[in-house]
């Protein structure tokens, strides 16, 4: 502000800061300047029978997944693609060794508790690793005993869903 001041001096402007204005001073100016015609807000609703709304067509969320660990470190991270084209991401450094399909176990777990938290109902589901999807469709064994208790996380999970299909992008 000194500065505006020091370069407004040139020119032969002063710089004046507001003061502040109480509140019961704008109550006052409003009260003065009431309506005289006024009339209070009608709150009846028309269509008290109405019960139901139904849109046309409804497209599900979607959400994609993916998990990696290597040398560096392990990560994983998930995005919520609402209908109308919103994405809504999360990421997580995994603080623990796994191998790359826990990785990707852990994504998919992390982005259906999300999707669970928000509510959604209708879900596709997008990984990259194929182990993961199919063992999630039931289309491939789960032999693995460190990936056994990840599905049954999932499976566990797939219940608060009333719709959820799992697809594979390579």
């Known amino acids: 502000m000194a500065r505006w001041q020091i370069f407004l001096s040139e020119f032969d402007i002063v710089y004046v800061s507001q003061k502040a204005i109480k509140g019961s001073a704008i109550a006052e100016f409003l009260a003065s300047r009431a ?7 009608n709150f009846d609703f028309p269509n ?7 849109t046309i067509e ?11 660990s290597n ?10 693609l609402s209908p109308n084209g919103d994405h809504y991401p999360f990421t997580c450094k995994l603080d623990f060794d796994c191998t790359n399909n826990m990785a990707e176990y852990e994504a998919c777990i992390m982005g259906l508790r999300a999707a669970i ?15 993961v999807i199919y063992q999630l469709k039931g289309e491939w064994e789960t032999r693995d005993p460190k990936l056994i208790n990840y ?10 869903f009333d719709d959820i299909t799992f697809n594979y992008i390579s």
Do not use: C, Q
């Open 58 to 68: 409804e497209h599900p969320w979607k959400m994609n997944f993916d998990g990696a």
């Open 117 to 131: 938290e928000r509510g959604i109902r209708t879900l596709e589901v997008y990984g990259d690793s194929a182990l």
């Open 35 to 41: 309506l005289e015609d006024y009339e209070p807000l």
């Open 48 to 54: 008290e029978e109405l019960l139901y709304v139904a």
């Open 151 to 160: 599905r049954k996380v999932v499976l566990g999970l797939l219940k608060e």
């Open 71 to 80: 040398a560096v470190g392990n990560g994983i991270g998930a995005v919520l």
